[in-house]
């Protein structure tokens, strides 16, 4: 499989558990144009000291610093010619910053939803230093719920498993029904 969407950005996201980094690793991987995958995670773990949780009510300045940053770098990217994939927890709330790009280069936004016990279960299932605590991944999730007008920008992803999501999301890609205006 091949994809060649030089010059664009997309914004690859859901709760926690939904299979973001999976499928932007996947896509990253794949012939056609060069790629650049940001995962957005590491844009917070760049603070050294005084970071905020980001699922926190008082991060919310800190989010947008950090989205800002990530839009920004992002844009850079896909100015020098490359496809950049975003992935990370970016809901409706931060498109802001990805808004202001949006003007000049091609954004597409698929946020991709699994059953919540899903999401539980595959966050558990990692271990290590990443969010395992049932409550803010529901919390995230009833976030994620109700998009409004974003809605259409959502795959629903129960019973997909990596290939056909990663067909699913490249098709999603290929219609531009999935890009902000």
Known sequence: MSIDHRGEILILTGTPGAGKTTTASALAALDGSSKVHLHADDFWHFIRHGAIQPYLPEA??????????????????????????????????????????????????????PALETAIERCRDRGGDTLSDPEPITALYQQFSALGPLERHVLATEGDDRESLLLRVTAALDSDAYRLT
Not at 64 to 92: C, R, S
């Open 60 to 113: 919310h300045h800190q989010n947008e610093v950090v989205l800002d940053v990530l839009a920004n770098v992002a844009a850079g990217y896909a100015k020098g010619g490359y496809f950049v994939i975003v992935d990370g927890i970016v809901g409706p709330w931060f498109l802001e910053a990805f808004a202001k790009i949006g003007l000049s280069l091609p954004v597409h936004y698929i946020v991709l939803r």
